[in-house]
């Protein structure tokens, strides 16, 4: 039986609608207007959108406002282990006792009507955001743009659009170009956009939309110059440090954070000194993260990646790393199982393939290892990330072991080893 009452709440919100995505923004509207409006009386909001790097780009800005004094709330999603990890109050996770007084409230609010979860917890986020003084908002959309519960903000102080790739092809369109036009929903008239490096593509349309809608652009690569030796990286006119984030693509969600920054000035200014802290010492957890083996004659990593690009940057990281190094790899049957692996096949030492544990939408082992041997590969089956871990530890001891595929696996594997997280 879980400890936190909020979890019983959670669990009576996930009944409220029948389908896990259903994207539309007027059960959001519908239930901010009961409330009282709270999207219309938040602190400055700066919106993020993107395939990947949100969550990542998103802690770098956030950690380097917070080290600059300012107090900042933020939204993120999923969790990992906990959902308080989506609400920061002014810095701080929110507590159990406020978060189950605002789910209460939301619950109350709504009634017995439809509306999803994401929906109606990103409505108690922002009721909260609304309710607690802080000087910035910073809102990662979660899923899209156009229609994602987290575009009801009007005019946000800034949009952010990480670098977009191929992921929930059925929700968003089946080509580089749509998503992106998806994405591009966030950049509202006369609110400036910093945009990550892009596919030419997917840039084209994002200007597009922007100069449609009289938005001020800062698009790295396009015009504003950036570039990075080794991993230090330089956002003109400013050189920075290498991230303390290992993967070569932190580099560049560093540079689109300090690109936002520069942007919020002169409203918000964060020193060098902030910043160059941020960048050192900020850490998304579940992304390339070191774990505990607990006992086990092995060193142990966790990643949550879960597209085809995510599979493209890790094979980068497994290629730059000495040594060899075993993956164990859970995934979503709603992800794209064979572009996601097919870049890992080479560097990866070996592959064992699992079922993610409590999840009605993972695929089995056995479907993850046949989408193995269909690409050419060969990957062993177990039960458990435990029994994979014992066995690896057998066979190759002392030697690296990736978890990866799902943010929903790795939430499982730390939550198993009691890893909270701040």
């Not at 901010?32 to 602190?43: C, S």
């Not at 303390?244 to 300090?258: P, R």
């Not at 190759?396 to 499982?412: A, F, M, N």
């Amino acid at each position: 039986m879980s400890d936190f009452q909020s979890d019983a709440v959670l669990q009576r919100l996930m009944t409220l609608h029948p389908k896990v995505i259903d994207l539309t923004l007027d059960r959001v509207y519908r239930l901010l207007k009961r409330l009282g409006n709270p999207h219309t009386k938040l602190p400055p909001v700066v919106h993020f959108a993107g395939t990947n790097g949100k969550g990542s780009t998103l802690a770098f800005m956030r950690s380097a406002l917070e080290a600059a004094g300012y107090k900042v709330h933020a939204y993120t999603s999923p969790h990992l282990i906990r959902f308080h990890e989506r609400i920061r109050l002014a810095g701080a996770l929110i507590s159990e006792a406020d978060l189950l007084t605002l789910l209460e409230r939301v619950e109350e609010a709504n009634g017995p009507e439809t509306i999803t979860y994401f929906e109606i917890t990103t409505v108690a986020a922002l009721l909260a955001f609304a309710e607690t003084p802080a000087d910035i908002v910073l809102l990662e959309t979660g899923l899209g743009g156009r229609l994602d519960a987290t575009n009801v903000v009007d005019e946000p102080k800034l949009s952010v659009i990480t670098p977009i790739s191929m992921d929930h092809e059925a929700f968003l369109g089946d080509t580089l170009e749509k998503i992106a036009g998806e994405k591009a929903g966030i950049i509202k008239t006369m609110s400036p956009v910093c945009v990550a490096p892009q596919d030419e593509a997917v840039l084209q349309v994002l200007l597009n939309v922007a100069d449609q809608r009289f938005s001020r652009v800062r698009a790295l690569g396009h015009n504003l110059p950036w570039g990075q030796l080794d991993r230090r990286f330089y956002v003109a006119p400013k050189e920075y440090p290498a991230p303390g984030m290992l993967g070569d693509h932190q580099v560049a969600n560093a540079a689109t954070a300090m690109a936002a920054l520069d942007m919020l000035e002169p409203d918000f200014i964060v020193p060098m000194k902030a910043r160059e802290a941020a960048i050192l010492e900020t850490r998304w957890a579940g992304r390339l993260q070191s774990i505990p083996a607990d006992g086990l004659d092995l060193e142990v990593w966790v990643d949550g990646g879960h597209n085809p690009a995510a599979g493209t940057m890790l094979a980068q990281q497994l290629a730059a790393w000495d040594g060899p190094t075993h993956l164990v790899v859970g995934m979503l049957n709603t992800k794209a199982a064979g572009n996601y692996l097919q870049p890992l096949l080479e560097p990866a030492a070996s592959m064992t393939t699992v079922t993610i544990p409590g999840e009605p939408n993972s695929f089995t082992g056995d479907e993850l290892a046949a989408s193995v041997g269909a690409l050419g590969g060969i990957a062993e089956v177990e039960t458990s990330v435990q029994a994979a871990l014992e066995r690896l530890s057998t066979q190759h001891p002392g030697e690296r072991v990736l978890i990866c595929g799902s943010l929903y696996l790795i939430g499982k594997v730390m939550g198993a080893r009691g890893l909270a997280l701040a």
